[in-house]
């Protein structure tokens, strides 16, 4: 009966939904995933008793999908929408990382700098002779080897130290491990690089996020140092649901000098335009292009694998595959807001969750979004099949080709494109392991699948005299 009342629930809800808005939202397969998400999402929150949370889903410059599931606050009722103001956590992180690399694109710092070039005071004790220098680029990949956390109980208290107090006692701290030796997280690491923003830029970190950051990118509901006018937008936010089903309200604290690893409140309307940012190839009218496209491709790039070969840690953004795709993002959590961002970049989408609760788990909303919606918004954005035309004078290039010792080529026409297939001793265990497409490339030039050439030059007769295929040659053979 319960799940009856649950399921009578999501669907009062989702006819009382506002329509998807035009575009690929309205494409069926989209259209169809969106609406078994919307119940399904209405139904896990009934289901796990969780107050609030909200979703939104970015394809390429657009945010197709939006919504809010349950209240703001319990006692109010309000409503969640994609406006309701939430603290993003470790999200932060990726906005700190953000600015380092915009400092680094203009010059004014280089990810190889050891850290005491920007911070002199800069030093923690370490028990292993002979290791590099902890560098910039080692905070932002988490594998600087320092401890998790600065000498200080504030998980414990919600009284967190100033960036002067972390200073004042990290000599009396240790390094864990040596530098990029492994990956450790560290809440630490990221308030340093929240101080180098601040040195090498002139401003403190919240000044120079809002101002290059937050301000360019239209995101007006955002802040690493939230007013009251934030304050009155965001939602309430609970503790873990007790036995009995109540919860308790989890006070707001201020992280000061943790703030660069933590401290930023956003909207999903504004995350989804951070998101867009991560999916843009270069300056376009839809938004600012705060960072280079290159840059923008170096952070998701992993800079650290872990030794299982399942993810890694680009530069400040984590990395992982999940059905042969792979994916960035990060997730959050502070004062009972729990939060996760996840990009396909080859896909050019991006889910966003937050939640209210400690106990909302936005990863597992995400990563189901992500696997109903990747697939349909991939179905309905791909380009019509193209049915290639071989071009009829291909036909005095096919024929066996051999280099001076032996190796021996086939030029043939495969539907409708010139292909090279390599003959190999033993033979490729896939039968098309040995064949290269060509791409026409100007007169008799071809291009080959790793972008180099292949050019059959002719004779005067226009018969086939020799193939230079990259900066040697195959020669035209008889053949039994």
């Not at 309701?84 to 990382?97: A, D």
Request: charged share 25%; no cysteine; aromatic share 10%.
């Amino acid at each position: 009966m319960r799940r009856i009342g649950i399921l009578l629930t999501a669907l009062a809800f989702l006819a009382a939904a506002l329509p998807a808005s035009a575009g690929l939202a309205e494409k069926p397969g989209v259209a169809d995933a969106i609406a078994l998400l919307d119940l399904w999402i209405e139904e896990q929150r009934a289901y796990r008793e969780l107050p609030g949370l909200a979703v939104g889903v970015v394809v390429d410059q657009e945010l197709i999908w939006a919504r809010g599931y349950g209240v703001r606050d319990l006692e109010t009722g309000e409503p969640v929408t994609p406006r309701t103001v939430f603290r993003l956590g470790s999200i932060t992180k990726l906005f700190t990382s953000t600015a380092v690399m915009q400092l680094r694109d203009r010059g004014l710092l280089r990810l190889d700098d050891p850290v005491v070039r920007h911070l002199p005071w800069f030093a923690v004790q370490s028990d292993f002779e002979g290791e590099p220098e902890v560098t910039v680029r080692h905070l932002l990949t988490h594998t600087a080897g320092l401890t998790r956390e600065a000498a200080f109980p504030y998980w414990t208290t919600h009284e967190f130290p100033t960036a002067e107090e972390i200073a004042a006692a990290l000599p009396e701290q240790s390094a864990v491990f040596p530098p990029a030796t492994t990956y450790k997280y560290s809440n630490l690491g990221m308030a340093l690089l929240g101080e180098i923003v601040a040195a090498v830029s002139g401003e403190p970190w919240a000044d120079y996020v809002g101002k290059h950051v937050l301000g360019p990118l239209g995101m007006t509901s955002s802040s690493g140092a939230p007013g009251d006018e934030l304050f009155s937008g965001m939602t309430t936010a609970y503790l873990r649901r007790r036995a009995d089903g109540s919860r308790a309200v989890a006070a707001y604290y201020e992280t000061r000098g943790l703030a660069p690893a933590a401290n930023l409140v956003s909207t999903v309307e504004d995350l989804a335009r951070f998101a867009a940012l991560q999916l843009r190839d270069g300056a376009t009218a839809e938004g600012a292009q705060i960072l280079r496209a290159s840059t923008v491709r170096e952070m998701h790039r992993p800079h650290w694998v872990d030794a299982d070969w399942e993810g890694g840690r680009g530069l400040g953004f984590a990395v992982s595959r999940r059905g042969g795709k792979t994916l960035v993002g990060h997730g959050g959590w502070v004062a009972g807001h729990r939060s996760h961002l996840l990009v396909s970049p080859g896909e050019k989408l991006a889910v966003l969750v937050m939640t209210n609760a400690d106990d909302g788990s936005p990863t597992f909303f995400s990563y189901r979004i992500y696997d109903a919606l990747a697939p349909a918004v991939a179905a309905a954005t791909a380009p019509p099949p193209v049915v290639k035309q071989a071009d009829p004078a291909w036909q005095r290039f096919v024929g066996v080709y051999a280099d001076p010792w032996g190796w021996e080529y086939r030029v043939m026409v495969l539907d409708g494109q010139l292909v090279i297939y390599e003959h190999a001793y033993p033979p490729e265990d896939e039968p098309d392991g040995g064949l290269t497409r060509l791409e026409p490339a100007g007169d008799n030039r071809f291009r080959m699948d790793d972008g180099e050439h292949v050019v059959f030059e002719l004779d005067a007769d226009g018969k086939v005299e020799r193939v230079r295929r990259r900066y040697d040659y195959i020669y035209p053979v008889e053949h039994d």
